[in-house]
C-alpha cells in the first residue's frame, strides 16, 4: 500500500484515456499513492467501412511491410484479419512501444521501431525506410490521424494504403459529478492524445473548460503542447513519452516540484 510519503499521495490525477485502456495507469498512479479519476474522453468503435477495411486486407500478400500506428490498431487489425497468419512473410514496423508490446504479446516479431523518441518522425528517421522505392506498405490505423508518416514514404517512392481498422468517437459523459468535485478532487488532468484533449473540452462545456484552462496539465507530446497552448491553458507539463511510466515519472516530478512552477514546466 502506498504511504503517505508516496509521490503523489494526495493527488487527484483525471484519466481521459479509452475506458478499455485507461486500467494500467490508473494502477500505476495508485501504486505511488495517487487517486486516479476516470473519465474516459475517447471511444473506439469498428471501422466506418468494414467493406472496405475486409478488401484491403484480402491483398495483404501484395504487400511488403506494414505499419501498425498503435495498440488500437494492432488489436482491431488482428480481429480484422481473423488469422495473424496472413502477415507472415511482411516486415512490420511500429511506431510506439506499447504498440510493439501488444504484437509482440500476440506472438508477432517486429521488425522496426524507432530509437529514443516514439513517433512518426522518429520511425521516418530509421535505415530501413529510407530506400522504400517500389515497396507496397500498409499502414493500420484509425480513422483521420496524422500523415506525415504516407506523406513522406510515398515521397520516397513507396505506394501507401491506409487501412482504417478502428475508429475514435466522442463518447456520451455527463461531465455533471465530476465537475461538481473538480476544485477538490482534480489536481491535475493527464491527455494522450490531441483527440482526447479535444473531446474532453467538447464535454466539459464552458464552465468545465475554464476549469481545464486553469488546471495543470499533462501531455505527452510537442504537438499536444502546442495545441493545449492554443486552448489557453496556463500549466502544461511535458512527458518524455507516451507509455505509463513516463507518464507516471512526469507526474511524480510535477508533483515534487508543484510549488516552484518555472522549474521545467510550462
Known sequence: MPTSDAELAGTGVLVTRAAHQSTPLCELIRSHGGEPITFPALEI????NPELTRSQLDRLDHFDLAIFISPNAVNHGLAALEDKARLNGLKIATVGKSTARTLEQAGLAVDITPIGRFDSESLLERPELQ???????IIFRGNGGRTLLGD???QRGAAITYTEVYRRTCPAADPTELLNSWPTEVQI???TSIDILNNLVTLLGRKGADKLRSTPLL???????????KLGCQNI????RADDPSIVEALC???ATKNHPREGFY
Open 152 to 154: 513522406t514514404l510515398r
Open 219 to 229: 501531455v505527452v507530446s510537442r504537438r499536444m503542447q502546442s495545441a493545449a497552448q
Open 45 to 48: 468503435c469498428g471501422p466506418e
Open 237 to 240: 507539463i511535458l512527458a518524455q
Open 131 to 137: 530506400q522504400v522505392k517500389g515497396r507496397q506498405i
Open 253 to 255: 516530478t510535477w508533483a
Open 189 to 191: 488532468v493527464t491527455t
